[in-house]
């Protein structure tokens, strides 16, 4: 079974610029998350997606964050206009459903940095 | 305000050895906890999970044990080996709307000495 898939893995660009990511999850799986690892702190969840619909973006800074998951399959993250403090790893995540018994799992990752 | 909190950034263990690893929480709505597993460059694994109606929960050489009054869980490994060598990271959830969002300490870097 392929596991979650993301790109690209790295990324550098100025402040103010704009920046995409790609998350392709696991197939099957209805639920999809985003998340923000700044060095040193754990992974904080930015938004989640059930099927192509968003059911928790409490935490994304919509300002300059957005996200979609049109077809309820493979989703985009996107920052415009960059700042600093946006350098980090972005992971998404994906399980089957959204129960507590359902395991999240991880794709490797898009480093992002911010100059 | 972190609500789950890993209070020791690293850990030394000597091949063989227990590790034990703790978190604390400070949410009381918190019912389920994980741990998972972070090699660099790579995304978190998921390790093992405990759910509040239990105390401990047992895998292979993975056991996790909760103390709802106390707030606390910890992971140990025994015995510990070179490969055990990663971030560890206890996260926690609590129904909210239907959803079960999980929130992460900050990690323990765990360094198993062959």
């Known amino acids: 079974e392929a596991g979650v898939a993301q790109s690209p893995r790295y990324k550098i660009i100025e402040k103010r610029q704009s920046v995409a990511f790609w998350c392709n999850p696991i197939?099957?799986?209805?639920?999809l998350y985003w998340y923000q690892q700044i060095l040193g702190q754990g992974p904080k969840l930015l938004i989640q997606?059930?099927?192509?619909?968003?059911?928790?973006d409490s935490q994304l800074p919509k300002d300059r964050f957005s996200a979609e998951r049109l077809k309820g399959v493979d989703s985009t993250l996107k920052i415009q206009p960059a700042k600093l403090e946006d350098s980090a790893v972005y992971l998404c995540?994906?399980?089957?459903?959204?129960?507590?018994?359902?395991?999240?799992?991880f794709g490797p990752g898009t480093r992002l940095t911010v100059l | 305000d972190q609500q789950v909190k890993q209070n020791s950034p690293s850990l030394s263990v000597q091949e063989g050895r227990i590790s034990i690893l703790n978190c604390d929480y400070t949410?009381?709505?918190?019912?389920?906890f994980l741990w998972y597993k972070k090699y660099p460059a790579e995304g978190p694994t998921f390790l093992i999970s405990?759910?509040?109606?239990?105390d401990k929960n047992e895998d292979g050489r993975f056991t996790v044990f909760l103390n709802k009054s106390a707030k606390h869980l910890s992971l140990h490994i025994v015995p510990s080996q070179p490969g055990d060598s990663a971030v560890y990271f206890c996260?926690?959830?609590?129904?909210?709307?239907?959803?079960?969002?999980?929130?992460f300490g900050k990690g323990t870097r765990l360094s198993v000495i062959a």
């Open positions: 995540a994906s399980s089957l459903r959204r129960a507590h018994g359902d395991t999240q799992y």
């Open positions: 197939s099957g799986h209805a639920t």
């Open positions: 997606f059930q099927n192509n619909g968003v059911v928790d």
């Open positions: 949410n009381s709505m918190f019912d389920y």
């Open positions: 405990i759910s509040s109606i239990k």
């Open positions: 996260a926690a959830s609590a129904v909210k709307e239907g959803n079960t969002p999980l929130v």
